[in-house]
């Protein structure tokens, strides 16, 4: 691979890496896992007061009334079983970019794996939340009030540091010169070209 150079009007080899900020994705990444681990396992999703004196939080799993939580019962929406399933695949996408930043570490061709599978992680996260937001603003209706928590907001945070990671992963992955590979070149010409000046000074 070559990138074309304007100041010579030559081309200079180029490869595919990681650059200098190539642990900052890593260390984003690892805080939205956490925050995600946060929103998906905690009750705080939103709270609903179904009468003045009667409020109720629930979570992804669990609903809660008055302290006492319990899973929910009934039929699940098929809207909310859609919220759990591309929250948890946002989970395990992010943590497969982890697994294959540390391959691309060794293996330089799998370097934009990583950053897209930020990326996608982020998307489906954003999915997610933007469809519970929607359905719920829908379920006030039915009830008094509707307000959301802390478990809401960690995944809108998370969904956040995934599209961080997956910008500043595809920044950090570039074409670099191969600099080591041009000084080389350098130094055998200048070699060869001082062995034939030698032998025409012999000469």
Known sequence: MYRHD??????????????RYKYVPLVLNVIAILTLLVSIVTDYWCFI????LKQTNQGL???CIAGQCAGFS???????QAVRAFLLLSLLTSVIGIVFFFVALSYVKLTLVYPSGFLVSCLLAFFS???YSIKQNTEEKKV???????????GWLSGTFLCVSAIVGFYDVRRQPLESTAETIE?????????????????
């Open 144 to 154: 008094l009030f509707v307000s959301f928590g802390y478990s809401y907001i960690c």
């Open 6 to 19: 304007n100041n010579e009007g030559k081309r200079s080899p180029v490869k595919m890496g990681l650059g």
């Open 61 to 63: 799993w669990r609903v």
């Open 187 to 203: 130094i055998t010409v200048s070699s060869d070209s001082l062995e034939y000046e030698e032998a025409n000074t012999e000469e």
């Open 49 to 52: 007061q179904l009468s003045p």
């Open 74 to 80: 009934g039929d699940i929406e098929s809207w909310f």
């Open 129 to 131: 939340l933007t469809l």
